[in-house]
């Protein structure tokens, strides 16, 4: 190339050299670098930063010296391994070439890494000031966990060691029902992954049967490298806006990861996450029975001291007799001013109304409203024409005439049955009279009047009297007959009225 700026002459005259468009001499320098430069590994600081509707990444990698300007295209852009920010120390693979538009070299960058883990832990600290000024690592934000949830939604590898960690240790604690969202949880599939998972259960409704009451992203531990995925701002900011309790259990204790600042909760290791998420059945257990023991024992302390106080009360009361002796006594007391009472009353109250409304009514207001009683019936009579009094009386004899013979029938009948009633009971009282029985040779002894039943009865010192059926003889002081009795002469007739009887209620007497 130096042979073609020589010249021929030293005059400065016509050059050897052919003649070149800019386009030829753009094409032969591409050519020159491209062939010089085809593959090749830069490492410097990420600049500027352009991302043009196109889908490109525009770029300049600096160091305190120079600056290289590079792109790197949109089929290429989602597949990097570290996506550049403005600041980063980057390692850029990727082969040079010119853009004649602009007369200047760049970098096709095919792949990009971030230069050592010191930059790893710069790039770190600088997204987690950003983020923590943004307050999505505040405390306030942070929820308490459920004490036992019913579902435990895991985000981890489907494959890996931690989820079988999770499941035995649950099983051992607290036995619960559990769901895996399978992530990839390294390499450039993880970040997308994981916030795309954490968004996932996230937007579950509640109620849903598949959506977790606390959810876990966990994965075992590795370098700043291997564990970057959990670093990125889209899963950050997935953890902080997740709506159900988060547990981060990323790599181990020493591990740290910008997620466990976003999450609820932080477990050093995925097994200290299970046990984060229940708790122990078997210390459950205890506790529960702890607590009915001293729930048992208070209740019975307090039904010990209940029934002392209630008999210290009891004794303060009085005996239930003295207390109703006294009702008792008021009760009798009153009853005896009681008619006393009701007197007084009845006399004020005859007083009051003489003195009160009912003393206006005179003899003199009586008759004066006797006479407005009679105006007013007078009028009333005048109302009624003789016409409809006569029509009424008429329809009234019409109606008294049927009942005036009916009772015609009954006035003679009534008479005849009482007649014959009257005959039947005379017939039947002579069956029954005791004069018959005489009649059939019993005789009735009376002495002083009253009928002797019993021979025990009978005073032989004294008359007595024996009717017989035609007859009554007296015994004792009259003359002798032939059998020893003394003769007398029969009782009028109207003398039988006058001989007593026993009960009054037997007009017969008794047949001994």
């Known amino acids: 190339m130096s042979d073609l700026l020589d010249d021929d002459g030293p005059g400065g005259g016509p050059s050897n050299l052919p003649e070149l468009t800019v386009s030829e001499l753009s094409a032969s320098v591409k050519r020159a670098i491209e062939g010089g430069f085809s593959r090749v590994r830069v490492r410097g600081e990420i600049g500027r930063v352009s991302r043009p509707r196109s889908g490109h990444v525009y770029l300049d990698l600096k160091d305190e010296r120079a600056v290289l300007s590079g792109v790197v295209w949109k089929g290429q852009a989602g597949r990097l391994s570290v996506q550049p920010s403005e600041g980063d120390e980057v390692i850029a693979t990727g082969r040079l070439t010119t853009f004649p538009g602009q007369s200047k070299y760049q970098i096709v960058i095919e792949d990009m890494t971030l230069a050592g883990e010191g930059a790893l832990l710069a790039k770190l600290e600088r997204l987690r000031k950003a983020l923590a000024a943004e307050g999505l690592f505040a405390e306030e934000r942070k929820r308490p966990l459920p004490f036992l949830p019913e579902l435990v939604g895991v985000v981890t590898s489907p494959t890996g060691a931690v989820i079988r960690d999770i499941l035995h240790r649950l099983a051992d604690r607290f036995p619960r029902r559990v769901v895996v969202w399978p992530v990839a949880v390294q390499g450039e599939r993880s970040a997308p992954e994981v916030a795309r998972a954490i968004r996932g259960f996230s937007a579950l409704p509640p109620g849903h049967p598949l959506r977790p009451d606390v959810l876990i992203v966990a994965r075992g531990g590795g370098s700043v490298e291997d564990l970057w995925g959990f670093n990125e701002e889209a899963v950050v900011r997935a953890a902080?806006?997740?709506?159900?309790?988060?547990?981060?259990?990323?790599?181990?204790?020493?591990?740290?990861?910008?997620?466990?600042?976003?999450?609820?909760?932080?477990?050093?290791?995925?097994?200290?996450?299970?046990?984060?998420?229940?708790?122990?059945?078997?210390?459950?257990?205890?506790?529960?029975?702890?607590?009915?023991?001293?729930?048992?024992?208070?209740?019975?302390?307090?039904?010990?001291?209940?029934?002392?106080?209630?008999?210290?009360?009891?004794?303060?009361?009085?005996?239930?007799?003295?207390?109703?002796?006294?009702?008792?006594?008021?009760?009798?007391?009153?009853?005896?001013?009681?008619?006393?009472?009701?007197?007084?009353?009845?006399?004020?109250?005859?007083?009051?109304?003489?003195?009160?409304?009912?003393?206006?009514?005179?003899?003199?207001?009586?008759?004066?409203?006797?006479?407005?009683?009679?105006?007013?019936?007078?009028?009333?009579?005048?109302?009624?024409?003789?016409?409809?009094?006569?029509?009424?009386?008429?329809?009234?004899?019409?109606?008294?005439?049927?009942?005036?013979?009916?009772?015609d029938r009954a006035g003679g009948a009534i008479p005849s049955e009482a007649r014959t009633r009257l005959d039947r009971a005379g017939r039947l009282l002579e069956t029954l009279s005791y004069k018959d029985t005489l009649r059939r040779g019993f005789a009735v002894v009376r002495q002083d009047g009253a009928v002797v039943a019993r021979a025990a009865g009978l005073d032989a010192g004294r008359p007595a009297e024996i009717e017989f059926h035609d007859a009554r003889v007296a015994v004792g002081d009259g003359p002798a007959t032939a059998d020893g009795a003394t003769e007398t002469t029969p009782p009028p007739r109207r003398r039988k009225r006058e001989i007593p009887n026993d009960d009054p209620d037997d007009p017969q007497g008794s047949l001994l």
Request: proline letters at 7%; charged letters at 30%; aromatic letters at 2%.
């Open 240 to 407: 902080a806006e997740c709506s159900i309790p988060l547990i981060s259990a990323v790599g181990h204790e020493t591990d740290t990861t910008l997620i466990d600042f976003a999450a609820d909760r932080r477990a050093p290791t995925p097994t200290a996450a299970a046990e984060l998420a229940v708790p122990v059945r078997a210390d459950l257990s205890a506790q529960l029975s702890d607590l009915e023991n001293r729930r048992r024992r208070a209740a019975a302390r307090r039904l010990s001291d209940e029934n002392r106080r209630l008999r210290d009360l009891a004794r303060a009361l009085p005996r239930p007799e003295q207390m109703l002796a006294e009702r008792a006594q008021r009760l009798d007391a009153l009853a005896g001013r009681l008619p006393r009472a009701l007197g007084a009353l009845a006399t004020a109250k005859r007083a009051a109304a003489a003195r009160g409304p009912a003393a206006r009514f005179g003899p003199g207001l009586l008759a004066q409203l006797l006479r407005l009683r009679r105006a007013r019936l007078r009028g009333l009579a005048d109302r009624l024409s003789p016409a409809r009094l006569a029509a009424e009386t008429r329809r009234r004899r019409e109606a008294l005439t049927p009942l005036a013979r009916r009772l």
